[in-house]
């Protein structure tokens, strides 16, 4: 069972920066692809960006390609969303997942961080 904290949310003007963590308690961190969603309120979840075991692939959704960022640290276990130029649409809880390599599927979830972008 992989468990998943996220933290580095918080409320930032309209062009701004923050900086999102996700700390996974699995020893084996390499057999898992990492992803970001967000989900925005009325809205359903969308996928933000993912990025293989290795960091050596990335794909970001086309609204935030060129402004966010993700990353990996592997000896830390921990993954990172660089967000950049925020805009008030960006505004939406952001969730971290885990999904074991050549599985599709992600099947574990962190509680979730707030980002608000105030215009």
């Known amino acids: 069972q992989v468990q998943l904290v996220e933290s580095g949310g918080g409320l930032v003007q309209a062009g701004g920066s923050l900086r999102l963590s996700c700390k996974a308690s699995?020893?084996?961190?390499?057999?898992?692809?990492m992803g970001w969603f967000r989900q925005a309120p009325g809205k359903e979840r969308e996928f933000v960006a993912n990025?293989?075991?290795?960091?050596?692939?990335?794909n970001y959704a086309d609204s935030v390609k060129g402004r966010f960022t993700i990353s990996r640290d592997n000896a830390q276990n921990t993954i990172y969303l660089q967000m950049n130029s925020l805009k008030p649409e960006d505004t939406a809880v952001y969730y971290c997942?885990?999904?074991?390599?050549?599985?599709?599927?992600?099947?574990?979830w962190g509680q979730g961080t707030q980002v608000t972008v105030s215009s």
């Open positions: 990025i293989g075991w290795s960091g050596g692939w990335t």
């Open positions: 997942a885990a999904r074991q390599l050549a599985i599709a599927k992600y099947a574990y």
């Open positions: 699995e020893r084996t961190f390499t057999n898992y692809a």
